[in-house]
């Protein structure tokens, strides 16, 4: 044989050893690619999740202080938030103060106080809730609203879960 | 119906209809030379690598981003507040740098190795072209995050166009979108940034590319000269492809240490009425030009100085983007020695107006 031929030969035929350092190569290769992926991997989500972590941390609240709510005038509502979901506190005609989650347990929308008709009620689907005890009363919610233990003080309203 | 079977009946599938054979014939064919100045064969690679490093953690980035007034707020929240957000910003600013750096030698490389000639000339304008488009990516990028050095580096960038006499007033305030460097200049560098270089970038890259593919990598004068039986290569597939991806590799741990040892930081919010900060300089890659223009303007005072050192900079890059046209023989002679002694001027200017720039940093 040629050098020329014995060169052709080098560059063409697969020797069997070169095959299993192939397959090595390629299986170390792949290996090598998953670690690298998941150093990635793991960074690029806690980064991308941070906001979601903000609001766990955020949702464990159990107690919200609203500052000067107590001047909230009788036979109206204030929405403010507890930890990151809507809550409505309602200052009512009788004097009661009550306080309950906004959030509709149908399909999550915001609900509302209507005080000519004294009830909470959905705009979504109509979903219809008692004032002062947050009973679903009429309508597609299944559950009723949560209703939280609110102290009012002297220069603020404490709202707590029940 | 083996695995085996399924993935060759998928594939023959896709095959009948985009003619993914034909591709695999001639990576199978491509083959890359080999002597003393292959390793400058990866440096365009390494390019291509650290750019999709940016388009990667450039979208990140604009998960949090907010342009306008709230810009530096938004990257001070990326860099204290989202878990790992200064690892992706470090890893951007690191990236970008690095680019830069490797696109500078796969420049050089080309440049010296006359890879310009044909039929590669649009190799090279393409290649001018993404050169340019990446520097104003450098300084789109570089006011985004609108703290004190972003703020000042963009102010005095934007005096150059300002020296242009009659359209050079016009153009600078269109950019910075009003007399001052503001919220606006922000938003609009934002939009150049993440929308319009991009549109400019991925064309102009799809086509250097393929022009690589066409006419397979240039081999220096002296190996040219050699006859066809003594020259060496290697296949691409998998050889040269291996080391490829080898280079690739190196690139990311490199980038992977500097971004987490070194972090990116950031200074105070940019304030328009603040003095410009002692020792203030542009990023390296605009140092160059930044000294030239100090040095011309200690001989030549005014407005004159300004004028000249722009002029004669455009001179440079004009006389460096033509060489293929001053330099086109395959053989060696007194042209090709003349573009290889512009070639040393060059990397010399370059090399000493940046390190006097920052010696002489105060």
């Known amino acids: 044989m040629s050098t020329t031929d014995l060169v052709n030969s080098a560059n063409i035929v697969e020797e069997h050893g070169e095959r299993n350092t192939r397959r090595a190569f390629l299986a170390s290769a792949g290996a090598a690619g998953l670690c690298y992926t998941a150093a990635l991997a793991y960074p690029i989500y806690r980064y991308l999740a941070s906001p979601e972590e903000m609001a766990l941390s955020a949702t464990a609240v159990t107690e919200v202080t609203l500052k000067d709510a107590q001047k909230l005038p009788a036979g109206s509502v204030l929405m403010y938030k507890f930890g990151t979901r809507p809550a409505m506190l309602i200052h009512h005609a009788d004097g009661r103060w009550i306080s309950m989650t906004a959030v509709c347990t149908h399909l999550g929308c915001t609900v509302q106080y209507e005080p000519q008709a004294d009830r909470v009620h959905c705009a979504c689907h109509g979903g219809v809730y008692n004032a002062y005890t947050g009973a679903n009363v009429s309508g597609p919610p299944p559950k009723p609203l949560t209703v939280y233990k609110v102290a009012v003080g002297d220069a603020d309203v404490t709202v707590s879960r029940a | ?362």
């Not at chain 2, 929308?195 to 086509?207: E, T």
């Not at chain 2, 972090?263 to 328009?272: A, F, I, R, T, V």
């Not at chain 2, 001989?299 to 722009?310: D, Q, T």
Request: hydrophobic residues 50%.
């Open chain 2, 1 to 362: 119906m083996t695995a085996k079977t399924i993935t060759s009946n998928v594939y023959d599938w896709v095959d009948e209809r985009l003619g993914l054979s034909e591709l695999a014939a001639f990576a199978r064919h491509k083959s890359v030379p080999v002597h003393a100045q292959s390793f400058w064969y990866y440096w365009g690679g390494i390019s291509l690598f650290l750019f999709l490093v940016q388009c990667f953690t450039g979208v990140l980035l604009l998960v949090y981003y907010r342009p306008g007034a709230e810009a530096y707020e938004s990257v001070r929240q990326i860099t204290f507040v989202m878990h790992f957000g200064w690892l992706i910003r470090s890893a951007h600013s690191w990236s970008a740098n690095l680019m830069i750096f490797s696109i500078l030698v796969h420049m050089f490389s080309v440049f010296f190795m006359k890879a310009y000639r044909k039929p590669r000339e649009f190799g090279w304008l393409s290649g001018m072209a993404l050169l340019g488009v990446a520097s104003v990516f450098g300084f789109s990028g570089y006011l985004l995050p609108m703290d004190e050095l972003s703020y000042f580096a963009t102010k005095v960038g934007l005096e150059i166009p300002m020296a242009i006499p009659w359209i050079g007033p016009i153009i600078a305030n269109m950019l910075r979108g009003g007399p001052e460097v503001s919220e606006f200049t922000v938003q609009r560098f934002f939009a150049l940034h993440v929308v319009v270089l991009p549109a400019l970038f991925l064309p102009l890259l799809g086509f250097h590319l393929w022009l690589v593919q066409r006419h397979g990598n240039a081999v220096p004068p002296a190996e040219e000269a050699k006859p066809a039986n003594e020259r060496k290569s290697m296949p691409f597939m998998p050889n040269f492809l291996r080391k490829d991806l080898a280079m690739w590799l190196i690139s990311l741990n490199i980038l992977a240490l500097l971004a987490s040892v070194f972090p990116w930081s950031l200074g105070k919010q940019y304030d328009s009425l603040a003095p410009a900060p002692m020792g203030i300089h542009p990023e390296w890659y605009f140092m160059s030009p930044f000294e030239m223009l100090k040095i011309l303007g200690s001989f030549l005072p005014g407005a004159v100085g300004e004028i000249a050192g722009i002029l004669l900079f455009t001179l440079g890059i004009v006389l460096w983007v033509l060489i293929p046209f001053y330099d086109p023989k395959s053989e060696a002679g007194k042209r090709a020695r003349i573009a290889h002694y512009f070639g040393l001027l060059a990397v010399f200017a370059l090399l000493s107006t940046t390190l006097i720039g920052y010696w002489t940093i105060r």
